[in-house]
């Protein structure tokens, strides 16, 4: 069989959302299973389908752990998504960093004028 192209692979939402639940960590397949069951409403053998197509194509890889399947991503197979966005991040990354500085901005102005009621009122609460 030949390997999909990463945008097939994530091109399902289900398959999607369990990158994204292996994002935060390893979890065992049943926990997966539960997790895509409740928001997908599929049956487990379907789960187990999804999680098999992103073992087979490297989004995903499995240990086993007593009687356990222990799942985690792969972010090897992520890296050719990485690639084709990399000539389109001018398009955000100016944008982040404007947002960066107005955070930063908003940050400071917010220190300033907390120390300068923080002034004023120890000030004033001298004077009784």
Same mark, same amino acid.
């Given at each position: ?49 999804? =999680? ?5 194509? %490297?989004?995903? +890889?499995? $240990? #086993? /752990? ?7 991503? !792969? ?23 404007? =947002? ?5 901005? %908003?940050?400071? +102005?917010? $220190? #300033? /004028? ?7 009122? !120890? ?6």
């Amino acid at each position: 069989m030949l390997p999909m192209h990463a945008f097939e692979i994530l091109s399902d939402p289900v398959r999607r959302r369990i990158v994204e639940l292996l994002a935060d960590g390893e979890q065992a397949a049943g926990e997966l299973g539960g997790v895509i069951q409740g928001e997908f409403g599929i049956s487990q053998p379907a789960v187990s389908q999804h =999680l098999r197509v992103l073992r087979e194509n %490297g989004f995903a +890889t499995v $240990r #086993a /752990s007593g009687a356990r399947r222990l799942y985690a991503v !792969d972010a090897a197979a992520l890296q050719p998504v990485d690639d084709w966005l990399a000539p389109y991040r001018r398009f955000w990354n100016q944008r982040l960093d404007a =947002l960066g500085t107005e955070v930063a901005r %908003g940050k400071r +102005t917010r $220190r #300033a /004028s907390t120390s300068t009621s923080t002034s004023t009122s !120890d000030s004033e609460g001298g004077t009784t």
